[in-house]
């Protein structure tokens, strides 16, 4: 797969150096908006987005949360196998371990 090119973010605002925007590879961006997006964020796909706020909030475990991370990254042309762990005070930690 060729490389994605994107405007780059700062802290998800866009980046701007020497009056001019900053375009990098950007898949690790790719990754990041889709697994927080929820779908229907994007109009232009609107069933993208893993929409992990949701399982934040008590729905769904580890395996739910592997799977739909799968689906939408596979839908984008990646290949993915999520480690995901809770830790004991119950933090998520996300390692989507994309190959592109």
Do not use: C
């Not at 893993?50 to 399982?55: A, F, L, P, R």
Request: a negative charge.
């Amino acid at each position: 797969m060729e490389n994605r090119i994107d405007i780059k973010l700062d802290d998800n605002d866009l980046l701007i150096l020497n009056d001019d925007l900053v375009l990098v590879d950007s898949d690790d961006q790719h990754v990041t908006d889709t697994i927080n997006a929820a779908p229907g964020w994007w109009k232009e796909t609107p069933t993208e987005g893993v929409g992990i706020m949701k399982y934040l909030k008590g729905k769904g475990n580890s395996q739910d949360i592997s799977r739909a991370i799968q689906i939408n990254l596979k839908s984008d042309g990646y290949d993915s196998r999520p480690d995901i762990s809770f830790d004991t005070n119950g933090k998520l930690t996300i390692n989507p371990n994309v190959k592109l």
